[in-house]
């Protein structure tokens, strides 16, 4: 008897899963297979707060699926290259006829998978693979000439023209597998399933929800309560204007189609008025789609490369101590030293905060951001390849919908409008607790007018100087691209 298996990616739900909903309909037997693979996990960055965050949630969904009468097996492989003959041991060992997996649009992962699907089908294995990370799947939203949309607004609206009922309807939770279906090498990991331990290193996650259904609630609760205040909210951090749901999706413990179809739910008018803070929430989920699909197009930005190239001429100037007085949250701008320190002890930042630090690394100290986009990875849980490149691409002015290289945000003003009360800041900078107000975004200036010493740096680089630099280096760069034979 042939049995079917699920291999759980960045898929970790048991609702709105084509692949774990097609395999329990063969009515056949299913095994459940999360790979772990520590030494690729480390050259991609893996934080460890979501390191943690994935293990908890394993454990959850390990007692899911066996509710389901599913076995779900964490298998140790140390990278990529060793993953077709962990699939191929699996299948001889638990014989498996069929493997069901929803795709993943990075290189190294797509290539992967066409390893793994070239050895399973020349052993007579059937592969099947599903598009549940994106409500449109790659390649299906293009130009009128058949071409992938390099600007945001278009394409956002293109996305929208091709809804469907299928996008606001998401699957519910299979059936139980039939007990009498349950093969005996498949019932002592349902009886005794072994801990889920990851041979990686975490940071505690505790503080972060892992069950799926209380996932589901912070769902609903948001679109129901907080949706039509998010665009009036979402730019300050002091507030809780956001959804805070990007750990979940990162990790597919929700999928973006529930939160289309809950969104829409409750609110009916979203896609007719395209108005309000729902429908500016519902951006974001587009933004979301539109860097996955960028990312499966171009596979050079998964090589590290700028999707604008001639933004690859930027003379940047590495400088060891800034970068390190960014990462510490030591530069002397309030608003920026804040947000590091958020990162640093939550494992999340507020977006706005993320675009004004991007920025700052960028066009302040003038640092490849390429080192940000690095330790966004090694610190968020909610850390998101195609999101987190877009993001620093957009701030860094090398992407594409980028903004202009001319526009620099200043991180004073930043914090002057999107912190107004100063509370923020003196949450995590408890060393300014004593500037009222405002003030604290020029801390040293009320400091030297009242006679007060603070144990806060002074701003490690002077903004309007260093806003001149960065306009004359992308300009020197812009120049040279022109001058030259385009980079290879």
Not at 21 to 30: D, E, L, R, Y
Not at 131 to 138: A, Q, S, T, V
Not at 279 to 303: D, G, M, N, T
Not at 404 to 427: A, K, L
Request: charged fraction near 20%; include cysteine; aromatic fraction near 10%.
């Amino acid at each position: 008897m042939q049995h079917q298996l699920v291999w759980f990616r960045n898929d970790l739900r048991v609702r709105d899963n084509q692949a774990l909903s097609q395999a329990v309909a063969s009515k056949q037997a299913v095994l459940a297979v999360y790979l772990a693979c520590p030494q690729q996990w480390q050259s991609h960055d893996l934080a460890p707060i979501q390191a943690d965050l994935i293990e908890r949630r394993l454990a959850t969904l390990q007692q899911q699926l066996a509710e389901l009468n599913i076995p779900l097996l964490v298998v140790h492989c140390p990278d990529f290259a060793s993953v077709p003959q962990c699939f191929l041991q699996l299948a001889q060992q638990y014989h498996i006829g069929a493997v069901h997996f929803q795709q993943q649009y990075e290189l190294n992962e797509q290539r992967r998978d066409q390893a793994v699907q070239q050895s399973l089908s020349q052993q007579g294995l059937e592969v099947f693979s599903y598009h549940g990370d994106c409500i449109l799947p790659p390649a299906s939203v293009l130009t009128k000439t058949a071409q992938v949309f390099k600007v945001f607004t278009p394409f956002r609206k293109a996305w929208l023209g091709q809804l469907d009922d299928a996008c606001f309807s998401p699957l519910a939770a299979p059936a139980a597998v039939l007990a009498s279906l349950v093969p005996d090498s498949f019932k002592p990991l349902l009886a005794q399933p072994e801990p889920v331990k990851l041979d990686y290193p975490t940071q505690d996650s505790s503080a972060w929800l892992c069950d799926e259904h209380q996932v589901i609630q912070c769902l609903r609760d948001f679109s129901a309560a907080k949706a039509e205040s998010y665009q009036q909210l979402r730019d300050f951090p002091a507030e809780a204007g956001t959804s805070k749901l990007s750990a979940y999706l990162a990790l597919g413990i929700i999928s973006p189609r529930q939160c289309l179809a809950r969104l829409y739910h409750d609110h009916p008018q979203v896609l007719e008025s395209q108005q309000g803070g729902a429908f500016v929430w519902l951006s974001e989920i587009v933004w979301r789609e539109f860097y996955r699909h960028l990312i499966a197009a171009y596979p050079q930005l998964c090589k590290g490369r700028a999707f604008l190239e001639w933004t690859e001429r930027v003379s940047w100037q590495h400088d060891e101590q800034l970068l390190q007085a960014w990462q510490q949250g030591k530069t002397g701008y309030p608003i920026v030293d804040a947000a590091m320190r958020q990162l640093a002890e939550t494992g999340w930042m507020h977006n706005r905060l993320r675009m004004i630090v991007a920025s700052f690394l960028s066009k302040d100290l003038l640092i490849d951001w390429h080192h940000g986009e690095r330790w966004f990875m090694q610190h968020l849980i909610d850390g998101d390849f195609a999101s987190n490149n877009g993001g620093w691409q957009w701030a860094a002015s090398t992407g594409t919908d980028a903004q202009p290289y001319f526009r620099i945000f200043n991180p004073t003003t930043q914090g002057e409008r999107f912190d107004p009360s100063g509370e923020f800041v003196r949450h995590w900078l408890p060393e300014l607790s004593e500037v009222p107000g405002k003030k604290v975004h020029q801390a040293h200036t009320w400091a030297e007018k009242h006679a007060v010493h603070l144990a806060y740096p002074k701003p490690i680089v002077d903004h309007a100087k260093q806003r001149k630099l960065a306009l004359s280096l992308f300009e020197q760069a812009k120049a040279n691209y022109g001058a030259v034979e385009p980079l290879s």
